[in-house]
């Protein structure tokens, strides 16, 4: 990749200090806080601001659009954060959701195990030195407890992955939906796990966002499903405009599988630092459903009416991040173009998704101008989130919203008052339409779908 000043994939930024640019416009244009920052804040955990907010909202509401308004056979779920400590019994998270941990005795810097180069000899990743501890199995559960007394019996774990809570209700929903197989459920919400070694900015934290989707097949079927279900979830990061090349799919070997898994892959992006995960689909076969049978003693499989036969179902899981994607939605989009003077920072977001659809700006404050401009406003409020700028010069209100990402800018000038019409400013190739005040809206709907 290059890492040279010009030219990289991100414009003029050199790939080793995409992170540190986006880091910081973050910031300053209220993506996203560092947790707790005035007490110098508390590891891997961010704050979004107010565009950060957004964002992830319309890429959770791209999401459930997508996997369950627009279809017949999903149907949502919101699940409690805190289950019964049984449900991590049998799913196996309390034996084997662990990570192999290792002590660097010399710099006391702690790491997984697989962060050492298995073809070199054992070194620290931090201090370079060979003085380390053996690997020893660490569980990444959060543990808390219910109720005023701390001791064992009222343990209760922060849900590492929300996927269980539609499992333990697989037949609540089926029954109250009227569902048959093949069907799914979906959800999001938090989920949290002690990383040892989280960073990369909000793409491995310890607190984050899940958007999962269990699909209950019959399990002669699950291959299929499983290569159908990769393809729709490939193609929707297309649809969000995610640059393709910057995409790919990998398959996980068998050392790789995690413990309820017979196939996964992971689609994976480009990030600065490398190819990374972004979503995991994993044929679970019968695995959890299974392990809940065992455990509650309830009956949790289903009885195929067409087939004439009871079975437990097979599950196929698309297991998205909310953060990763937004990061990915960031990263994909961010720019720095131009020189000297016509130098800027943009953010190239889908227009579905970008926080603020639109911008209007009063060019100078005289002849009923800003009053035009605040009932042009003012009539784009009510349909999406417009924000209004009368402050600095229009090319600086300009930048501000490149570095936020708004596609269009709305400039209200002497010819609007006296003509009706307005100029709209693309975002990405900075050209400019004229469109007449009343025909704004619609100009936009067709432009922002
Ligand atoms: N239910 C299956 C499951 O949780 P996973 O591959 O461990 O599978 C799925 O996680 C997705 O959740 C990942 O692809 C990633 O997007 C997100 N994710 C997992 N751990 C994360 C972390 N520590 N920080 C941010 N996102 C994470």
Redo the contacts with the bound molecule.
């Keep these: 990749m290059n890492d040279t000043n010009h030219q990289s994939d991100w414009g003029n930024v050199a790939t080793g200090s995409v992170m540190d640019r986006l880091v910081s416009l973050s910031k300053r244009r209220g993506y996203v806080f560092q947790s707790s920052e005035i007490y110098g804040g508390i590891g891997s955990t961010w704050d979004y601001g107010p565009l950060g907010v957004e964002l992830k909202r319309n890429i959770k509401d791209f999401w459930w659009r997508t996997m369950v308004e627009r279809r017949d056979d999903i149907e949502g779920l919101d699940a409690a954060i805190l289950m019964s400590p049984k449900v991590w019994e049998a799913s196996g998270h309390i034996d084997g959701f662990t990570d192999p941990l290792v002590d660097c005795k010399n710099c006391k810097h702690r790491f997984r195990e697989d962060e050492i180069d298995p073809d070199k000899e054992p070194r620290c990743p931090r201090c370079g030195r060979g003085d380390l501890s053996a690997a020893r199995q660490f569980n990444l559960m959060f543990k808390t407890f219910m109720g005023p007394v701390e001791d064992d019996a009222s343990v209760v774990y922060l849900r590492p992955?929300t996927?269980q809570g539609i499992y333990v209700n697989f037949l609540n929903v089926m029954n109250a939906a009227r569902q048959k197989l093949p069907f799914g459920i979906a959800q999001i919400g938090k989920?949290f796990?002690n990383?040892i070694t989280?960073g990369n900015f909000i793409?491995?934290?310890?607190e984050?966002e899940?958007m999962?989707m269990q699909y209950f097949v019959q399990p002669g079927s699950a291959g299929e499903w499983l290569e159908r279900w990769l393809e729709e979830r490939n193609e929707w990061y297309r649809e969000l405009g995610i640059r393709h090349d910057k995409l790919r799919v990998h398959e996980h070997g068998d050392e790789e599988l995690?413990h309820y898994a017979a196939a996964a892959f992971?689609i994976e992006y480009e990030f600065p630092f490398g190819w990374q995960?972004?979503?995991?689909v994993?044929n679970r076969t019968d695995f959890d459903l299974t392990a809940h049978e065992r455990r509650s003693g309830k009956k949790l499989s289903y009885f195929d009416e067409e087939a004439k036969e009871r079975y437990v179902p097979y599950i196929i899981?698309t297991?998205?991040?909310v953060?990763?994607t937004l990061l990915v939605c960031l990263v994909d989009g961010f720019r720095e173009e131009g020189e000297g003077k016509e130098a800027r920072t943009v953010l190239r977001l889908d227009p579905r998704i970008a926080p603020i659809k639109v911008a209007v700006f009063p060019l100078v404050k005289r002849d009923g101008m800003p009053e035009m401009a605040i009932e042009v406003h003012a009539a784009l409020k009510r349909r999406w989130n417009a924000f209004f700028d009368d402050g600095g010069s229009i090319g600086r209100r300009y930048r501000r919203q490149d570095e936020a990402g708004t596609p269009f800018c709305v400039t209200v000038d002497g010819e609007s008052t006296s003509d009706g019409t307005v100029t709209v400013r693309h975002r990405d190739s900075m050209t400019q339409d004229r469109v007449s005040a009343d025909r704004l809206a619609e100009w936009l709907e067709d432009h922002l779908s």
């Design positions: 992955e996927a989920a796990r990383e989280p793409f491995r934290t310890r984050f899940q999962e995690a992971d995960e972004l979503e995991g994993h899981e297991s998205a991040g953060d990763r």
